[in-house]
């Protein structure tokens, strides 16, 4: 076992031989909208994000259904099925089978298997003191997909970010691995502050964020001005108090910006400072046009992440 659950990881590592391991990682979500087929496919980059995130090219996907068959039509269904079947096929994976239970609640989600040169895996553990930190996606999924349910936020509104939201890792992780990566993860439902500390603990370093440059969905400051919130806003801040601190005056809306649960978020990468702005380039070339340079990596006197 190269990676494990002790290390907060994205995903297992286990070596078979001298050049290949296997990365296995299992996730499902509940819907975040009403549409099934968005579900399906929102769901699937998900899951598949966590191969990604560990530097790794996934192989094998096994869905994990849970329905409530007698409440609702199979047509939903097969809806979110297909929107993560095709998912799956973009991503190149060969879909295996899976397991459905019946639930009061839909949940939707995959268990994948992929493959990484040992020599070769992205951990969030590994960031060095002058790294740049670079967003892939921008942030704000949770606050919106709330608002839609409580409709504050028209569906048209969401609906012209869901491409962005449903868009695989592979190219920014295929792109970044020409590059001298020291440490990743995917932005998922602790937000940017819990997964950048997560970066910050495994690598015994500060992380500097800068608020100005992080890239953020359109609406999401005004939802959460307008009252909107999260279930795991609260949740997120408890899990980061004492290992966070704000060098700049913020609103409450703007600190909340930070704490909000990603769906399909996009990809942290901790880099050599001195190809930052070269990778950012060739990422954007690629059509991660929302790649964004958002912090560095420092040595501080406590691990923690500081808003700049």
């Known amino acids: 076992m190269l990676v494990g659950f002790e290390s907060s990881d994205d995903a297992a590592v286990y070596r078979v031989s001298p050049d290949i391991a296997f990365v296995s990682t299992v996730d499902f979500i509940t819907p975040p909208l009403d549409d099934p087929y968005w579900f399906g496919q929102i769901a699937a980059a998900n899951s598949l994000s966590d191969v990604y995130a560990m530097g790794g090219k ?135 502050i819990g997964h950048g500390l997560e970066m910050a603990r495994g690598s015994g370093m500060q992380i500097n964020l800068y608020y100005d440059k992080l890239p953020f969905y359109p609406n999401a400051f005004n939802m959460y001005r307008k009252g909107e919130t999260t279930g795991s806003n609260r949740a997120n801040r408890k899990l980061a108090q004492g290992f966070w601190e704000a060098a700049r005056k913020m609103s409450s809306e703007e600190e909340d910006l930070l704490f909000d649960p990603q769906t399909s978020g996009g990809l942290l990468l901790s880099v050599s400072g001195t190809q930052a702005e070269e990778l950012i380039a060739v990422l954007k070339t690629a059509g991660i046009e929302s790649a964004a340079c958002v912090g560095e990596v420092v040595t501080g006197d406590q691990v923690c992440v500081r808003m700049v």
């Open 58 to 192: 996934p192989l094998t996907a096994l869905n994990l259904v849970m329905f409530p068959s007698k409440k609702l039509d199979m047509e939903i269904l097969k809806e979110i099925l297909r929107g993560g079947g095709e998912k799956v096929k973009e991503a190149g994976v060969s879909m295996a089978g899976g397991h459905s239970v019946d639930d009061n609640e839909p949940k939707y989600g995959l268990a994948v298997t992929g493959s990484v040169h040992p020599d070769r895996i992205f951990t969030n553990r590994g960031s060095q003191a002058g790294d740049a930190l670079i967003l892939t996606k921008p942030l704000g999924t949770g606050v919106l997909f709330n608002a839609n349910r409580s409709g504050k936020l028209p569906y048209s509104e969401l609906e012209a970010i869901l491409p962005q939201v449903a868009s695989l890792n592979r190219k920014p992780a295929e792109t970044a691995g020409n590059f001298d990566i020291h440490a990743c993860t995917d932005i998922t439902g602790f937000g940017i």
